[in-house]
């Protein structure tokens, strides 16, 4: 304890003189206690480094040692000096170990930050942007919705990427400027939502966005980031406002529009001090499974209606022709039934992706 060693640096506590000098005196920590006019605790404590040589014990000791009061406060100073400077290393280089756990280029491929070259610096940037005091805030599985915490590494590297993701669309969204939270209006909207299945992204990205800030809520799109293991997250903001935020990592279109719906009816849930995330992953984070499958349902289900996806899969027969067909006669993306059909192992996922398209956020 009363010696401090880090890397190449090393820094002796005045206690770690003091124990050698007692040694050579060939006497018991408690019989110099005792000639120091302190008690033995208190010697113990400055011998093992948990205690300041103070100006009163330097004084005893120059006393006792011959020695001046300089000599030891010099001492206690350089101790204090080289411990800063330890503590300051350590941190600077958990700083850099959790930079490296991060996708630094999510950041600058999106003009979050500028890129630098110094890791350090990089490191301190995505603070900076992030409004965090340093990187191993991220580590908390706490910090923006309830991870599981872990000692597994690779657990480690998908909450702190999961969070930085959280933290960005979380910045984003309250940046955005939305109306009051309206569920009824937002419902009223849900059949112009469904039919931009069939639109293109560049149609219907500016309409989607119109709709969710008329209804309250924040709608942000992002790219995936490496090892954040999220699709997509609705989170309260306050209790009018809502954050429903999405990303490319599961690129088909019919994915899409499923996590979309998903996402609109944990809104619904309004659950306003839960973060519902959307992942595949469910090892990872806590989760309702209650609400996650009334999410599920209600995706499934307004997407394609019940009763007409049964009556098309008792037929047994499914081509490009007829996929199509339906698709069109319920007015939604061929993608989507498709996708369906994969899920649903009526047909392998090898079959008919052509009918499936990705979309890509940019």
């Not at 005045?14 to 208190?42: A, D």
């Not at 406060?73 to 700083?95: A, F, H, P, S």
């Not at 009018?240 to 088909?252: H, Q």
Request: glycine share 4%; with cysteine; aromatic share 10%.
């Amino acid at each position: 304890m009363n010696k401090n060693e880090y890397n190449e640096l090393i820094a002796f506590h005045p206690g770690y003189y003091i124990s050698e000098i007692i040694e050579e005196m060939e006497l018991t920590q408690e019989e110099f206690s005792k000639r120091l006019g302190v008690t033995p605790k208190h010697l113990s404590e400055i011998v093992n480094g948990k205690a300041k040589v103070t100006p009163e014990i330097a004084q005893k000791l120059s006393i006792v040692l011959d020695s001046s009061v300089e000599m030891w406060l010099n001492l206690q100073m350089k101790y204090d000096i080289k411990i800063t400077e330890i503590k300051i290393q350590k941190e600077r280089d958990e700083q850099i170990r959790i930079f490296k756990e991060l996708d630094y280029q999510f950041f600058v491929k999106n003009g979050f930050i500028d890129s630098v070259k110094d890791t350090y610096e990089r490191a301190k940037q995505i603070c900076s942007f992030l409004k965090i005091a340093d990187l191993a805030v991220l580590k908390r599985p706490d910090l923006a919705a309830n991870f599981r915490s872990s000692s597994d590494s690779k657990s480690e590297k998908n909450i702190i990427n999961a969070n930085a993701w959280l933290e960005v669309a979380t910045k984003i969204g309250k940046e955005r400027t939305v109306g009051e939270y309206d569920a009824q209006k937002l419902k009223s909207y849900l059949p112009e939502i469904r039919r931009m299945t069939v639109q293109d992204p560049s149609q219907f990205s500016p309409r989607l966005n119109e709709i969710f800030a008329e209804c309250g809520v924040a709608f942000v799109l992002l790219p995936k980031m490496k090892n954040a293991k999220i699709n997509g997250v609705v989170k309260w903001l306050t209790n009018s406002k809502a954050l429903v935020a999405m990303n490319d990592r599961m690129s088909y279109a019919d994915t899409f529009w499923f996590s979309l719906f998903h996402e609109i009816e944990h809104v619904f849930q309004h659950k306003t001090k839960q973060v519902m995330i959307s992942c595949n992953e469910d090892d990872m984070y806590e989760i309702n499974k209650q609400y996650e499958d009334e999410a599920d349902a209600f995706s499934q289900n307004y997407l394609i209606d019940p009763d007409d996806y049964a009556a098309f899969v008792s037929r047994a027969y499914f081509s490009k022709e007829s996929v199509t067909n339906f698709a069109k006669h319920i007015g939604i993306h061929p993608g989507i039934v498709v996708g369906r059909l994969q899920k649903d192992t009526l047909i392998g996922y090898n079959v008919m992706n052509d009918l499936k398209i990705k979309y890509r956020i940019s």
